[in-house]
């Protein structure tokens, strides 16, 4: 499975940005897939995640309100759009993908800046 993201950039606070991660390979064996984010210093952390099945959703709830997951299951492509930015949303953002109960594979990041 390979996954590559696109639509990071540099956005003032209160903007909007769309990300995109187009999945290729092996996708039948996805059964979630999910963005996850990681500022300066900081952890990796889970913001949504959309399963393959029923499209079910979770967010982080610093996110709730304000980011919108998404999939089109034609192009393979996942999205999350991102409302009201706030400067403590900068970091790079990356895609994922779940096999069973792993997260095992991954993008290689876009970035996401929010000034204030």
């Known amino acids: 499975v390979q996954l590559v993201e696109s639509g990071g950039g540099l956005v003032q606070a209160g903007g909007s940005l769309r990300l995109s991660c187009a999945a290729s390979?092996?996708?039948?064996?996805?059964?979630?897939m999910g963005w996850y984010r990681q500022a300066p210093g900081k952890q990796r952390e889970l913001v949504a995640r959309?399963?393959?099945?029923?499209?079910?959703?979770n967010y982080a709830d610093s996110v709730k309100g304000r980011f919108t997951i998404s999939r089109d299951n034609a192009k393979n492509t996942m999205y999350l759009q991102m409302n009201s930015l706030k400067p403590e949303d900068t970091a790079v953002y990356y895609c994922?993908?779940?096999?069973?109960?792993?997260?095992?594979?991954w993008g290689q990041g876009t970035q996401v800046t929010v000034s204030s």
């Open positions: 994922g993908a779940r096999i069973l109960t792993n997260w095992r594979y």
């Open positions: 390979g092996s996708t039948f064996s996805i059964n979630a």
């Open positions: 959309i399963t393959s099945g029923s499209g079910s959703t």
